[in-house]
């Protein structure tokens, strides 16, 4: 698969993911965001909770996305965040912080055919 075959594959996946947690409710505050540890995903809140989530797309067929969400990973994320909760000023003030991951699965026309989201996932 080329890298803007993955890129496409990883942003399809992202919208699905927003657009489930706008659903629930939450308003995303950022996609996408830079960090010197790497790029958060999705950054998301309601009145209670700051949530961000580690989105993980894959093909059907192409092993489980969880795959990828191994503990080398698990750390990145919280590093990413705690950069993004020490520079970011203007951000929601909520009692609760989490980290979701949301798994999602395309067929080969990138239509959905699973949506997994683990409230809490680490």
Request: hydrophobic share 35%; net charge negative.
């Amino acid at each position: 698969m080329s890298s803007d075959s993955r890129q496409d594959l990883g942003r399809r996946g992202e919208q699905l993911a927003a657009e489930h947690l706008e659903r629930l409710g939450y308003r995303v505050i950022e996609r996408n965001h830079r960090t010197r540890f790497g790029e958060l995903d999705l950054i998301a809140a309601d009145e209670e909770t700051l949530v961000f989530c580690e989105v993980k797309t894959r093909r059907a067929g192409s092993g489980a996305p969880w795959d990828a969400l191994d503990d080398r990973k698990r750390k990145q994320v919280r590093s990413m965040c705690a950069s993004w909760l020490c520079e970011t000023h203007e951000r929601p003030r909520t009692a609760e912080l989490r980290f979701d991951a949301i798994g999602v699965i395309l067929d080969g026309c990138g239509a959905l055919v699973e949506l997994v989201h683990l409230e809490g996932a680490f």
